[in-house]
């Protein structure tokens, strides 16, 4: 049920995070030139009600198709988008979010009906009409239909809000909104209920609380300043950096594994928010426009003029209540235990911390590196971790899959972090293993060192020599087989010189991510669509490989395995690099995976990834060929 709620929650997400520049723009032109902005001009402020009513509701429901069915799904999600825009006296953001993506399933329906029966000549005309005719269609239901009921929908709630907030009970709402951010909701609390809300009150009083309910860094700061003050081990090693990334970089997400471990946390930051938002109350305090990231410095600039001293006066009491009430739970924890060398820290897991050198099965048979699609980071991390294995003799069966498929005989699941809560509920009692680098990480050597004790104890040598574990090495079910994918493409047709592209110039990530996408969609190893799916994996989770490495490698997520018609690999040189976070990519490699006849080739690359001078060749070679000939 929770990854259920989880992925509708990204997936509202997914249609608003896109276009969150768009909204940072309409707040700042808001925050400047109404009435009571910081430089008032009347002109100026003309922009203010089109850019709300017409250009963000239509972005999202853009985003919205698209994410459904490319290019041609934001289009008809767009044009179904108008009905309710039209249709209503109010901005139809919650209207949107419904007409986007039934605009992009319709088109994708119809796309798959008529799919091989179009005759020659006719495709452009009839891609072009169906299109026009369904959008138009779905305009009109959403005019007549969609739009009235939404309206309805959203002023109810609205006058539910308007009651809570006069009669001094929003406090309350701290109760629902903490323990579900901890479960990875977050985004869709603010971006699919609140700000929709409060982009309705700023509309008519200049701003409004509802951008204050989620994006309030103060109540995770308090957690983070706990650990870091009364904590021991790894965990005060590790809050200085958390406390960066969560107030200044906006990224909550990086408290809730502290939480997650020792759940009586949840307290801390419910009281903290509670009190940010008894004192934003009686301030009179909001903001101009929604705060994403949830960072100080978003939050106070979206602060309306007059008031920013106030909302930062209500941040710092939610920091004080939150470290309060977290100090002595941290005390406690701290007294009871110390983490040991080796043990996963819980503020990088998605789950209560693994302790590598405690907690492992008695005997391991299989270990299995999983992450979102199971084609790449995993596929990597499982091929070096065998190859370590073989080369220290110990046999134990290595293999992938994604994080949805999680085999039964697995004792062991490795994972990254932002996946950890997702795959704990189906890992079937595997003891879970939490790391953030696939290629070398603390816990990949607790857990090399606990299958060489085990080797060494209770290995059997095996006719031709051959060590305990090895005819296991290769398991049989399909996510961990080294079998030729169903077209029976062998690994050179996987890539070829014509996937890789040399000397590019330096891009945001998400255009090298899109472009591979559509290179890949060119060699027909994909659909249009699948470009879409290797954005929406990297907003979950980011596909550079760490440890200064320089290599990205960007793929769909499970769901869009449809997508992929053959297994394939592209590559993308940058000389200048493309930036991922604060590391940099200078090979792009974007993977399409039906079955694992890609694995050969990420079995290359992993043997590439550990030889630096290759390494630093590949990144600075110009002829495609030369790459060719070291990757296949």
């Known amino acids: 049920m929770r990854q259920q709620i989880q992925k509708f929650g990204r997936a509202l997400s997914g249609m608003v995070m896109p276009n969150i520049g768009a909204f940072i723009a309409w707040g700042f032109v808001t925050a400047l030139f109404i009435p009571s ?31 459904v069915a490319g290019e041609r799904g934001g289009v008809i999600g767009a044009i179904a988008a108008m009905g309710v825009i039209v249709g209503s006296d109010i901005p139809m953001f919650i209207g949107v979010m419904v007409m986007g993506p039934l605009g992009g399933y319709t088109i994708r329906w119809f796309d798959k009906l008529t799919q091989g029966r179009i005759k020659a000549g006719f495709e452009m005309l009839v891609s072009n009409f169906s299109i026009g005719i369904l959008g138009m269609l779905l305009a009109i239901l959403g005019y007549w239909v969609i739009g009235g009921a939404v309206t309805g929908l959203t002023l109810l709630v609205s006058n539910g809000v308007e009651v809570v907030i006069r009669h001094g009970l929003l406090p309350l709402v701290s109760l629902l909104v903490e323990p579900s951010k901890v479960l990875f909701l977050n ?27 989620e994006t309030n860094p103060g109540p995770g700061l308090g957690v983070l300043l706990a650990c870091w003050f009364f904590g021991r081990g790894n965990m005060r090693q590790s809050a200085p950096g958390a406390v960066i990334i969560q107030f200044f970089g906006g990224i909550h997400e990086i408290y809730f594994p502290y939480i997650l471990a020792r759940p009586a946390l949840i307290l801390a930051p419910v009281a903290g928010s509670a009190a940010g938002l008894l004192f934003f109350s009686l301030a009179g305090a909001g903001l101009v426009a929604p705060a994403s990231p949830g960072s100080i410095i978003s939050v106070l600039a979206m602060a309306p003029k007059g008031q920013t001293l106030v909302v930062l006066a209500g941040v710092l009491i939610s920091t004080a209540v939150s470290l309060l009430m977290a100090a002595p739970f941290v005390r406690r924890a701290a007294a009871a235990e110390d983490m040991p060398t080796g043990a996963i820290p819980a503020a990088q897991s998605g789950a209560p911390a693994v302790k590598a050198a405690l907690h492992f099965p008695a005997h391991i048979r299989k270990v299995v590196f999983a992450c979102d699609a199971g084609m790449g980071s995993s596929a990597l991390g499982a091929t070096r971790f065998r190859k370590r294995l073989s080369d220290a003799g110990i046999g134990t069966a290595v293999g992938n899959c994604a994080a949805d498929g999680i085999p039964a005989d697995a004792d062991v699941v490795v994972c990254q972090s932002v996946l950890a809560g997702r795959i704990a509920g189906s890992a079937h009692g595997a003891a879970l293993v939490v790391i953030d680098n696939f290629l070398a990480d603390p816990a990949l050597d607790a857990l090399f060192a606990r299958l060489a004790q085990q080797d060494g104890a209770d290995a059997i040598p095996r006719a031709g020599g051959m060590p305990a574990g090895t005819a296991d090495a290769q398991p049989s079910d399909a996510g961990l087989r080294r079998a030729g994918d169903a077209a029976g493409r062998s690994p050179g047709e996987v890539l070829c010189p014509g996937n890789i592209r040399t000397g590019l110039s330096s891009e945001p990530k998400e255009a090298a991510i899109r472009r591979a996408g559509e290179l890949l969609a060119a060699g027909g190893y994909v659909e249009p669509g699948y470009a879409d799916a290797m954005l929406r994996r990297e907003e979950s989770a980011t596909t550079y490989m760490g440890m200064g490495m320089g290599i990205a490698i960007p793929h769909g997520t499970s769901d869009a395995k449809k997508c992929v018609l053959h297994s394939g690999i592209v590559v993308l040189q940058y000389p200048g690099g493309v930036a991922f976070g604060d590391e940099k990519a200078y090979l792009v490699v974007g993977i399409a995976g039906v079955g694992d006849a890609h694995l050969d080739i990420l079995a290359r690359l992993g043997e590439v990834f550990g030889d630096e001078d290759m390494l630093r060749r590949l990144t600075t070679e110009g002829d495609p060929q030369v790459i060719y000939e070291a990757l296949k």
């Open 37 to 67: 902005g910081w430089w008032p001009n009347t002109q100026m402020a003309r922009l203010v009600d089109p850019m709300l009513t017409y250009l963000l509701p239509l972005l999202i429901a853009y985003t919205a198709g698209r994410n």
């Open 187 to 213: 985004n869709a609390l603010n971006h699919g209920i609140f700000s929709p809300i409060g982009i309705e009150q700023a509309r008519e009083t200049g701003q409004s609380i509802m951008f204050l309910l």
